[in-house]
């Protein structure tokens, strides 16, 4: 790769220089909201915490921990610790269940979003000579607008095409020669499938370079089905409207895991059901605590994301801790018979049989306290019929040996599961 390798210093920190940032940071952090923020003021005295109380990165601990709960007794403005008229734009999550998130930026805040988002996606190999293609839905949603200031930063193109729109999307990629496609995976798809009905072959057709994917979880085999669709490589990124949008972690090119811009995010591993902190290599759910955002300072944020740090070395030379893909959401963990499942093992199960397209649908349905699950998938392009009743098997066998449970699976006509145009719903409860 010509040119510099990392964006930014801070991306090559010797651990104890990154831990003595992280420290001189957080002391700030909590300093600022206990000073100038009520609400945790109140909450950080009932813990006992004083500023002074941060002596060492391990007494973070003490601090107690923000939920989703906690966010939305505190809507809208509850944790702004700045004065409102030094507010400059907020954003809020999707809130498909009751009152939504609401995050807020200063100047200042907003500096610090483009340049962590310019940091990954300079990570992931994208430079100024790139073309995005910016899938995601613009508005009050964080994604595209932080990607849009990361590349934007580093002097790529941006074509804000929002979500929708497929064919636009598939014919403007083509005519404005796109080299990065920002967008959820199945989105993604989805393009594909319009393009090739227009006439089109997403390998040939493209100038892609890249995919970056995030806002939904998706598994080691449906990456491999987005790179065979596209000549490009499909790329994991990390972030929530809690802690700024997107740019809290991505991958490098070494694929084993997403740097964590860790200078101004601290990342923690806790055990989900005690809260007590686990250690490197360990399974646990991410807590990340804000270390320089004035509007909006988080601290311990739990976000149900279910996770591992690594603190090894990376081959790409970048030292910042990473986390492992996510493993699932313990929103969407479901308990049938006893097992835990999550969608995205169904969906490695379907995506390691031939013939299975990324079309598919977990069906969950409850009999008294009894979950039971069901799957339908469709087939790929030129699959006969005659071949369903194998595949359906095969895909049965395949949930039988990752997760030990029997599921019915049907094979259904291609065009029979709705397609997604932003993040896609794989369980339909009935
Ligand atoms: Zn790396």
Sequence with gaps: ?????????????????????QLKRLKWSVKHAFKNNPAYNKRLKKAKVEPSSIKKLADIEKIPFLTKDDLRTYYPFGLVSVPMEKVVELHASSGTTGKPVVGTYTVNDLDVWGEVMARNL??????????????????????????????????????????????????????FEATVLAA????????????????????????????VFGAESWSEEMRKKVEDVYDFKAQDHYGLTEIIGPGVSAECPERCGLHINADHFYTEIIDPQTGETLGPGEKGELVFTSLTKEAFPVLRFRTKDLSILH????????????????????DDMMKVKGVIVFPKQIEEAIMNVKGCSENYVIIKSKKGAIINLAVQVEPDVGVRKTSFKKIEAA????????????????????????????????????
């Excluded at 613009?138 to 979500?163: D, M, W």
């Design 311 to 330: 603190d090894e070395k990376c081959a790409c030379g970048g030292t910042l801790p990473r986390h492992a893909r996510l493993m699932g959401r313990s």
């Design 1 to 21: 790769m010509a040119g510099k390798k990392f964006w930014d210093k801070n991306e090559k920190l010797k651990p104890a220089e990154l831990e003595a940032l």
């Design 184 to 211: 959820t995976p199945s989105f993604c798809l989805y393009i594909a499938e319009v393009a090739q009905g227009m006439g089109m072959d997403p390998r040939k057709d493209f100038k892609l370079k890249y995919g």
């Design 122 to 175: 300079y990570r992931i190999g994208i430079r100024k000579e790139d073309r995005m293609q910016n899938a995601y839905g613009y508005g009050l949603f964080t994604g595209a607008h932080g990607f849009e200031r990361g590349a934007q930063k580093i002097g790529a193109l941006v074509s804000p095409l929002s979500s929708g729109n497929t064919q636009r999307q598939a014919m403007l990629m083509k005519d």
């Design 395 to 430: 895909v049965a066998k395949e949930i039988m040996a990752i997760l030990g449970l029997k599921v019915p699976v049907k094979v259904v006509a291609r065009g029979t599961i709705p397609r997604s145009e932003g993040k896609a719903k794989r369980v339909i409860e009935k």
